[in-house]
């Protein structure tokens, strides 16, 4: 006589599908800066305070290597020199080339006002803090972006 396949058995392949209480955790996970925030970040007075923190020990390298254009800290400077040349950092600055978006453009984009397109800024790797801070001193105006 031939065995009967049990019907109350689910084959293996779907026994964990659709975990819906680990996917909201894994996609905040490793959430960084938004882009609107990171250019607040970049003008000049917000770079020199991050750039120039107080030692904290709780954070890597103590606070004292940052990347802006990132929003991360490293262990030492080899390491932040090494992450501008990583292809992570290089995708960062190429996104925030655009403008950020705002409030204006999503009514401009729902026809309320005329379409103007988004400015494009010219983004360099981050200065060195001994440079960065000889420009913090000689300019007047501190909202121009590193």
Do not use: W
Not at 14 to 33: A, G
Not at 45 to 66: C, F, M, R, S, V
Not at 111 to 124: L, N
Request: net charge positive; proline share 3%; charged share 35%.
């Amino acid at each position: 006589m031939a065995k009967k396949k049990s019907t109350n058995r689910k084959s293996k392949s779907h026994s964990h599908k659709k975990v819906s209480h680990l996917h909201k955790i894994y996609k905040t996970k490793r959430k960084t800066k938004d882009h609107d925030q990171i250019h607040q970040d970049l003008k000049l007075k917000n770079a020199y305070e991050l750039i120039n923190q107080t030692i904290d020990h709780d954070i890597p390298g103590a606070a004292q290597n940052y990347c802006v254009h990132c929003a991360r800290y490293f262990i030492d400077e080899v390491a932040l020199k090494e992450h501008f040349r990583t292809k992570l950092h290089k995708r960062r600055m190429k996104a925030l080339e655009t403008e950020p978006y705002t409030q204006e453009e999503a009514r401009r984009a729902a026809g309320i006002g005329s379409f103007i397109a988004p400015k494009k800024f010219e983004i360099k790797t981050q200065p060195d803090k001994l440079s960065l801070t000889k420009t913090f001193e000689q300019t007047m105006d501190k909202d121009i972006i590193i």
